[in-house]
C-alpha cells in the first residue's frame, strides 16, 4: 500500500497558492508525451554492430558518460582503437532527457560532499569547478553547439523555514523577485559561477560527433547481452546480438540499466523523474517573470523543484515527485503519470500565477541511477581490464565528464589525485534486496514529504538515516 499524505499536515506554499484544477487541465491538455530535447535536435544515427571486431578499449553506453570516455580516451591517446556499443541511440535515455544542470559538484551539493567525505571535501570541491570549467574550455574548442550557458542558479526559499538555510550569501524576497518574480519567493541565494545550462540532446549528439571525428567507431542498436573473460590477463568479450567485441579494456557507463557485473546489482535503483515543458513565452509574458539572467532555479524543499529557460524561452519545470517502482524494474509505461504532471503544472502555475493563459507542449519522464550515497561511484573488475562508474543521482550532465577521467586513469593503472580521492576509492552502502529495499524507499520519500509539511522537521526515521551516514535532504 502506498503511503499517503495526512491531511492534518500544514500545506506547502504550492498546495496554499493552487490553482483551479479546470486552470491545471486547460494548461496540461494541449501537451504531447514526448521527450521536447529529443524532438528538438534529433542526431545523427550510428550501424549496428554486425561483425565482429578488436579494441583497445570498448566502452558500453552512449550516454554522456559513454560518450566522454571515448572522446578523452582519443584526446589522450589518438592511436587508441575505441568501439562504443550503445544498446538503442545516442543520448535516449537520461543524456537526453535531463534538465540540462551542468554543475560544478561531483558530491551533489556541499551538505552531502562534506558529511560523507570531510576531510577531502575541499579537493573534491576543487576538482569539481576544475571540472566545470574545462567542460567549458571543451565546448569552445571542440566546437561544441549545445547551447551553453554559464548562468549559475538561483536556490530559492518557499517556506519561512528554508530562510535560514541560505547562509551569508542570502537575498531577501525584493532581491529575489527583481531576478525571477514569483510570489512563493521568501529569500534566495545565486550561485552565478557553479553551474552552466546546455540543451541535453545537443550536447550528447555533439559529443557523438566528435568522438566519430576522432575515429570512435560508434554502434546504435547493439546491445552488450554478456561479458566474458579479462580474468585470466586476457581480452574480454562483449557478446551483441550479431557479434563479439573483443577489448584489452572495457569502460561500462549503463548507468541506471542493469549492470553487467553481478556485484553492482544492487548498487543503485531506478527512480522516475518527471518534466514539463511550456510552449515559448510571449514577450509578455517573458516580462512578467522577468529571468533576464537565465538562472537555472531551484526551491529548497526536500521534494524540490527546477526550472529553466530553454534558448527559445520556454520553461522547463521539473522534480518534485521521484517515483521508484517495486523491484527496480525499467518500463516505459511509468513514464507518462498523470497525477504527477497534473501536480507539476498546479506548481508551475503557483509559482507563476501571471502565466495564465501558457501552455504544455511537452510532458516525459526518465530514470535516474540513485544510490545510497547520492553521488557516483566506482570500481574495477576482471583484473582491472573492467572499469565502471554509476550512482550519479541526478547530477551526472557535469559529474560525468569528471567520472569519464577517472574510468580511464584506472584502466590505465595511472596513480592521480583523482584515483587517490576516498571518494573514488570506497563504495556505497548497496541496497537490500526486494521487498526491504521498496519499502525502505518508500518510507524515505513519506517521510521528506512529511518534513516538508512539517517545517522542516525531520522523523525519527529520517534522523536515523542521518546517524547512518545514509541521509539526504533533497
Known amino acids: 500500500m502506498a503511503l499517503t499524505q495526512s491531511s492534518a499536515q500544514t500545506p506547502t506554499a504550492y498546495e496554499r497558492h493552487a490553482p483551479d484544477p479546470r486552470l491545471v487541465r ?180 555533439e559529443l557523438a560527433r566528435v568522438a566519430g571525428e576522432l575515429g570512435v567507431e560508434i554502434h546504435e542498436h547493439s546491445p552488450v547481452l554478456g561479458l566474458d573473460g579479462g580474468r585470466a590477463g586476457g581480452p574480454v568479450s562483449l557478446r551483441t546480438p550479431r557479434a563479439t567485441v573483443r577489448a584489452q579494456r572495457v569502460a561500462l557507463a549503463s548507468n541506471v540499466f542493469p549492470s553487467l557485473l ?29 529571468w533576464e539572467n537565465r538562472q537555472g532555479l531551484a526551491d529548497l524543499a526536500n521534494q524540490f523543484h527546477y526550472s529553466r529557460l530553454t534558448a527559445d524561452n520556454r520553461i522547463l519545470y521539473g522534480g518534485y515527485d521521484a517515483v521508484y517502482h517495486r523491484g527496480g524494474r525499467l518500463d516505459a509505461g511509468y513514464e507518462d503519470r498523470p497525477a504527477t504532471f497534473e501536480r507539476l503544472t498546479s506548481h508551475l502555475l503557483a509559482t507563476f500565477p501571471q502565466l495564465e493563459g501558457v501552455r504544455i507542449s511537452h510532458r516525459w519522464a ?49 596513480d592521480t589525485e583523482r584515483t587517490r580521492l576516498g571518494m573514488v576509492r570506497r563504495q556505497p552502502v548497496p541496497f537490500p534486496p526486494e521487498p526491504l529495499a521498496g519499502i525502505g524507499i518508500d518510507l524515505t520519500r513519506w517521510s521528506l514529504d512529511r518534513a516538508d509539511h512539517q517545517a522542516g522537521r525531520r522523523n525519527l526515521f529520517l534522523r536515523a538515516l542521518d546517524a547512518a551516514g545514509l541521509g539526504f535532504d533533497s
Open 26 to 205: 486547460q494548461t496540461l491538455e494541449p501537451s504531447e508525451h514526448a521527450v521536447f530535447w529529443l524532438h528538438d535536435a534529433p542526431g545523427a544515427r550510428y550501424p549496428a554492430l554486425t561483425a565482429s571486431t578488436a579494441a583497445d578499449l570498448a566502452v558500453v553506453g552512449g550516454g554522456y558518460l559513454g560518450l566522454w570516455t571515448a572522446v578523452l580516451a582519443k584526446r589522450r591517446a589518438p592511436g587508441t582503437r575505441v568501439v562504443l556499443l550503445e544498446a538503442e541511440t545516442i543520448g535516449w535515455a537520461a543524456s537526453g532527457r535531463n534538465g540540462g544542470f551542468c554543475e560544478a559538484s561531483i558530491t551533489h551539493g556541499e551538505e552531502n560532499g562534506r558529511s560523507r567525505w570531510p576531510g577531502e571535501y575541499a579537493a573534491l570541491e576543487r576538482l569539481g569547478r576544475a571540472n566545470l570549467d574545462e567542460f567549458g574550455r571543451d565546448v569552445a574548442e571542440l566546437g561544441l553547439d549545445c547551447q551553453w550557458e554559464r548562468t549559475g542558479t538561483l536556490s530559492v526559499a518557499v517556506e519561512e523555514h528554508q530562510t535560514g538555510w541560505l547562509g551569508d550569501a542570502r537575498m531577501d524576497a525584493g532581491a529575489v523577485r527583481e531576478q525571477i518574480d514569483s510570489p512563493l519567493f521568501l529569500a534566495g541565494a545565486w550561485n552565478r559561477d557553479d553551474t552552466a545550462l546546455v540543451h541535453p540532446a545537443r550536447l550528447a549528439h
Open 262 to 290: 553481478r556485484r553492482t546489482r544492487l548498487m543503485t535503483v531506478p527512480v522516475y523523474d518527471y518534466v514539463l515543458m511550456t510552449e515559448p513565452l510571449t514577450a509578455g509574458q517573458k516580462s512578467a517573470i522577468g
Open 366 to 414: 526518465g530514470a535516474i541511477d540513485t544510490c545510497t550515497r547520492f553521488a557516483p561511484f566506482y570500481g574495477l573488475a576482471r583484473g582491472g581490464r573492467v572499469a565502471y562508474s554509476a550512482g550519479f543521482t541526478g547530477l551526472g550532465v557535469g559529474a560525468t565528464r569528471f567520472a569519464a577521467q577517472v574510468l580511464l586513469d584506472r584502466l590505465e593503472g595511472a
